[in-house]
């Protein structure tokens, strides 16, 4: 099944439909144990060309494809990938330490996804606009407007999804028309060229997915500078995507970044729902989503036993190894633990309540709790990436919306009342992609508009909203001979 991916537990790049080696390499180690799980390719700037230069050649190929043919193929990859999910699921927890039920939920979530994206890709038509209402122009003028692949597309994905954030790129531009070079994180590079085996397997054409791993310290600036990408679509830090912003010229950028995702809880809540969704969407693969719920504004009135409900629901989460089917799992390396370990010792020297946690050993960090956190704190605005929660008591709706919008990210925020009035006033008033009413933070479902304001990104996404972003309108105008009344 994947005896061409790899020799010796060396993982190779897909390019031209070949799997090849270079001659430097990368040890990727577990965070679960520091063991082996793998090496990878440490991809010259010389090798990265021909990746990208093959994507180009192939592109008119795959353009020239009907959309039937297309989604052929991508319904055949999801089948292949439907027979995989267990063996890239072990895979995913050993290389990322994603629980084993979390790491099959993602393979599985990335089946339906391919499948809705081939059958979208179907329904994604052009449309005709007559010239009439418009002053100096005849309704003898039509303009058919169709929609056109950009070309080459540059996908970029991040650690904590190699799989389903990578689909959720290559699968909807591949059903535009569009060849992808594709960049999966370094930790994570091995479950996502699993997913590069898959589309090879179904038969795509040769050149129209190319991998491309290493350092993006060596090779970044590289790839997203190349003259022939033609649209670049990356998830990861903001910070990252400011520079991508930065060194890039005229080159268009779909950008998934980073979130400080608030939960505003009111008086009238359903209390015992609020934690619940709150401990999910906080602690859900030890906090590293963009999407996790990372702070808590909650009116005072009720904000003693709303904190009480959620560290009773964080005590009874599971620590330990993904295989265990632990909750809490290593964090990605020991740096980020650290990180996170900073701003929980700067909310404990700020004054800060500890109601839980604070417990360390080396990257696997224990979930920890705050209450009455202030403003002052690091952890009231940058995100952890972890599995710590802050939260915030406010007097009135006013102060948590203010707090809430004075993030630089605008990613999503949830909202708990029994009062659709107030979560309508509210939602309207939050500087955010999303608004979730009474539930947590989430991306999905897959067909709904995913964007984030702000530092969180630049964009839309969801499978239409995706396919329509890596194409591109194009229109036909016909200029009719417009017959005088005496004609005929």
């Known amino acids: 099944m994947f005896q061409d991916i790899k020799e010796n537990n060396q993982y190779k790049n897909l390019i031209n439909g070949q799997w090849v080696v270079s001659d430097n390499k990368l040890t990727i180690h577990s965070p679960i144990d520091g063991s082996e799980v793998g090496k990878i390719q440490a991809m010259s700037k010389e090798e990265v060309n021909e990746a990208v230069e093959g994507a180009k050649k192939a592109y008119p190929i795959w353009a020239a494809k009907s959309v039937s043919e297309r989604a052929d193929i991508l319904h055949k990859a999801a089948g292949l990938l439907e027979e995989r999910v267990d063996a890239i699921a072990d895979v995913l927890a050993n290389e990322i330490a994603k629980d084993l039920g979390g790491a099959k939920s993602e393979v599985i979530r990335t089946v339906d996804f391919m499948r809705f994206t081939a059958d979208e890709g179907k329904r994604i038509q052009g449309e005709t606009l007559q010239g009439d209402g418009f002053h100096g122009f005849s309704k003898d003028k039509l303009a058919f407007v169709t929609r056109e692949p950009v070309g080459v597309v540059l996908a970029i994905s ?3 999804y190699p799989v389903n954030l990578s689909a ?12 992808v070079v594709f960049k999966p994180p370094t930790q994570g590079s091995i479950s996502a060229l699993h997913l590069a085996k898959v589309f090879q397997d179904a038969g795509l054409p040769d050149g129209v997915l190319n991998t491309v791993t290493g350092k993006g310290s060596d090779i970044g600036d590289f ?10 679509n990356f998830t990861g830090s903001s910070g990252v995507g400011k520079h991508i912003s930065d060194v890039t010229s005229m080159v268009p950028t779909i950008m998934e ?5 608030a939960a505003i809880v009111l008086e009238d809540a359903d209390m015992e ?3 619940n969704n709150i401990v999910k969407g906080a602690f859900s693969y030890s906090g590293q ?6 702070r808590v504004l909650v009116l005072e009135s009720i904000a003693d036993q709303l904190v009480e409900l959620i560290t009773q629901g964080v005590s009874q989460l599971k620590v330990g190894s993904p295989f265990d089917h632990a909750t809490i799992t290593p964090l990605i390396n020991e740096q980020a633990a650290d990180f996170v370990q900073e701003l929980i010792d700067d909310a404990i020297e700020k004054g800060a ?18 209450d009455h956190v202030t403003t002052d704190m690091r952890i009231a605005w940058e995100e952890p990436f972890g599995p710590v929660l802050p939260i915030i008591r406010v007097q009135s709706i006013d102060e948590a919306i203010a707090i809430a919008n004075a993030s630089e990210y605008g990613l999503q ?40 304001v702000k530092a969180s990104g630049m964009g839309t996404q969801g499978i239409r909203y995706s396919i329509e972003a890596m194409s591109r309108p194009k229109a036909i105008v016909v200029n009719l001979r417009a017959r005088s009344d005496q004609e005929g």
Do not use: W
């Open 158 to 160: 991040p650690f904590n």
């Open 353 to 370: 309540t500890l109601k839980l946690g604070n417990k360390r050993d080396k990257n696997l960090l224990y979930p920890t709790v705050f």
């Open 223 to 232: 790839i997203i500078q190349h003259e022939a990408i033609d649209l670049i």
């Open 168 to 179: 959720s790129k290559i699968a909807p531009a591949l059903m535009a028309g569009n060849s």
């Open 413 to 452: 925020s949830s909202i708990f009342t029994n009062d659709i009035d107030d979560a309508f006033h509210i939602a309207r008033l939050l500087e955010v992609g999303t608004v979730q009413i009474n539930n947590k933070t989430e991306r999905g479902p897959d067909h709904f508009p995913f964007l984030g």
């Open 273 to 275: 729902h609020a934690a």
């Open 257 to 261: 970044l980073g979130g400080k995702d």
């Open 289 to 294: 989503r963009c999407t996790a719920l990372k």
